[in-house]
């Protein structure tokens, strides 16, 4: 099976950036898409941003099109979310996922790390 782990998280003012990293290990062979969910508090996880892995197709909320962007590097089985110009309301506990190339919805999730803006 794979294993996600996240990185990058941190404090940063409003306005700053952070570069998130998820690094996959396990059965990574048939991955069809890597993506970003974030959950703040109080709030329901939400879809940030999605990459697809065969045409290198990407995708992103309406929220942070323009600001965010995703990257993968399959050699070194690791997917990026740079995030600039963050705002308070984006605080929230940041996942990463995965598809298989089976499967209909991102069903391997990393534990998540710790986003925080501060105003």
């Known amino acids: 099976q794979v294993q996600l782990v996240e990185s990058g998280g941190g404090f940063v003012q409003a306005g700053g950036s952070l570069r998130l990293s998820c690094a996959a290990s396990?059965?990574?062979?048939?991955?069809?898409?890597s993506g970003w969910f974030r959950q703040a508090p109080g709030k329901e996880r939400e879809f940030v941003a999605g990459l697809f892995w065969g045409p290198a197709i990407t995708r992103y909320s309406d929220s942070v099109t323009g600001r965010f962007t995703i990257a993968g590097n399959n050699a070194k089985k690791t997917t990026y979310l740079q995030m600039n110009n963050l705002a308070p309301e984006e605080t929230a506990v940041y996942y990463c996922a995965e598809k298989a190339g089976t499967a209909t919805e991102f069903s391997k999730w990393g534990q998540g790390t710790q986003v925080t803006v501060s105003s």
């Open positions: 396990g059965r990574t062979f048939n991955i069809y898409a």
